[in-house]
């Protein structure tokens, strides 16, 4: 069974963690991910404080097992939920969108393990100095928010460059992606893409469907002129939006307009319109329905195979 530093830190059977997916990481998915193994992460991006204690003991129905909340810095509510976690002794905290000194302090204090999303060297050996348990390595392969180095340097950079677990992500949804992140030096992966098809995602069906018919090349980034890049599908909305981006006539103002709500209309109301679909590079290896307990063990499955081949490799 592949089995790591983490498993025994954070309680869980495998080193997998879900990805905090804004309107999709909820109670249902993250607890589900939690019962197969994993690290099930509820999002806290559109959440305030009360509702997401909300959704933590709504999670605590569902599951006794170990699971964790991102905190998505940029959120209006980042202050509030910061105190939540504390009051409702979360044990892991991942953070996303910008730097968690703020609140680490805090944090380390109450014992919650912080894993900050990190897109760069120096952010990831700035929170090991603050305290940080580990961090997620995410390249830009993956949907949603990313940076821009690509998973392949930027685990291996960051696992050269800091004494804490690695947690790989960006391009993983198999037993060959996982292998690939633990040569890297990473002791564990995190998905989100290979999850949004899982049983227990309550996204809209028409963001499932988009996800298991897409290709290699169904992807864009939009977002660089405002400063945060998001990889999302190719849909009427990300290329109306890549070309009024492209459009010196339209201001910065615009742009934030045209896109507030998107993910929203996405995720809950399958909108094929007006909906950002964020997704990773990686969906032309998704393609078909599983529960997210089969996800995991899949994925492990496959990886502890590639493993144990190995040594068909070398004379």
Same mark, same amino acid.
């Given at each position: 069974?592949?089995?790591?530093?983490?498993?025994?830190? +954070?309680?869980?059977?495998?080193?997998?963690?879900?990805?905090?997916?804004?309107?999709?990481?909820?109670?249902? %998915?993250?607890?589900?991910?939690?019962?197969?193994?994993?690290?099930?992460? %509820?999002?806290?991006?559109?959440?305030?404080?009360?509702?997401?204690?909300?959704?933590?003991?709504?999670?605590?129905?569902?599951?006794?097992?170990?699971?964790?909340?991102?905190?998505?810095? *940029?959120?209006?509510?980042?202050?509030?939920?910061?105190?939540?976690?504390?009051?409702?002794?979360? &044990?892991?905290?991942?953070?996303?969108?910008?730097? &968690?000194? +703020?609140?680490?302090?805090?944090? =380390?204090?109450?014992?919650?393990?912080?894993?900050?999303?990190?897109?760069? !060297?120096? %952010?990831?050996?700035?929170?090991?100095?603050?305290?940080?348990?580990?961090?997620?390595?995410?390249?830009?392969?993956?949907?949603?928010?990313?940076?821009?180095?690509? =998973?392949?340097?930027?685990?291996?950079?960051? @696992?050269?460059?800091?004494?804490?677990?690695?947690?790989?992500?960006?391009?993983?949804?198999?037993?060959?992606?996982?292998?690939?992140?633990? *040569?890297?030096?990473? @002791?564990?992966?995190?998905?989100? $893409?290979?999850?949004?098809?899982?049983?227990?995602? =309550?996204?809209?069906?028409?963001?499932?469907?988009?996800?298991?018919?897409?290709?290699?090349?169904? $992807?864009?980034?939009?977002?660089?002129?405002?400063?945060? &890049?998001?990889?999302? +599908?190719? $849909?009427?909305?990300?290329? *109306?939006?890549?070309?009024?981006?492209?459009?010196?006539?339209?201001?910065?103002?615009?742009?934030?307009?045209?896109?507030?709500?998107?993910?929203?209309?996405?995720?809950?109301?399958?909108?094929?319109?007006?909906?950002?679909?964020?997704?990773?590079?990686?969906?032309?290896?998704? $393609?078909?329905?599983?529960?997210?307990?089969?996800?995991?063990?899949? !994925?492990?499955?496959?990886?502890?195979?590639?493993?144990?081949?190995?040594?068909?490799?070398?004379?």
């Amino acid at each position: 069974m592949i089995k790591s530093k983490i498993c025994d830190d +954070l309680g869980i059977k495998y080193p997998v963690f879900q990805g905090g997916m804004a309107w999709i990481a909820d109670a249902s %998915l993250a607890s589900a991910v939690s019962e197969g193994g994993g690290l099930g992460i %509820l999002a806290g991006m559109n959440m305030n404080g009360e509702q997401l204690t909300e959704e933590i003991r709504r999670t605590r129905r569902l599951t006794k097992n170990p699971f964790g909340v991102n905190v998505m810095l *940029m959120s209006p509510y980042a202050e509030e939920v910061s105190d939540v976690v504390i009051r409702e002794h979360i &044990p892991v905290v991942t953070t996303g969108a910008g730097n &968690p000194a +703020l609140y680490m302090k805090k944090w =380390t204090e109450a014992g919650i393990k912080v894993i900050p999303v990190v897109a760069s !060297v120096a %952010l990831a050996k700035m929170v090991e100095r603050r305290g940080a348990y580990a961090v997620v390595a995410e390249g830009g392969e993956s949907g949603g928010h990313i940076g821009e180095l690509s =998973t392949m340097a930027l685990v291996r950079e960051v @696992c050269s460059a800091v004494n804490i677990p690695v947690i790989a992500a960006g391009g993983i949804a198999d037993g060959n992606g996982m292998a690939a992140a633990f *040569m890297l030096g990473a @002791c564990g992966v995190q998905m989100g $893409t290979r999850f949004l098809v899982a049983d227990e995602c =309550t996204a809209h069906e028409n963001y499932k469907q988009l996800v298991l018919k897409a290709g290699d090349r169904d $992807t864009l980034v939009t977002g660089r002129r405002l400063g945060h &890049p998001v990889r999302a +599908l190719k $849909t009427n909305f990300s290329r *109306m939006y890549k070309e009024k981006e492209a459009d010196g006539a339209v201001s910065s103002e615009e742009l934030e307009g045209l896109g507030k709500g998107a993910l929203r209309l996405a995720a809950k109301e399958g909108d094929l319109q007006n909906g950002s679909f964020l997704c990773g590079e990686i969906a032309g290896l998704v $393609t078909k329905r599983q529960s997210a307990a089969e996800i995991i063990r899949s !994925v492990c499955e496959e990886a502890e195979a590639l493993f144990r081949s190995a040594p068909s490799f070398v004379d």
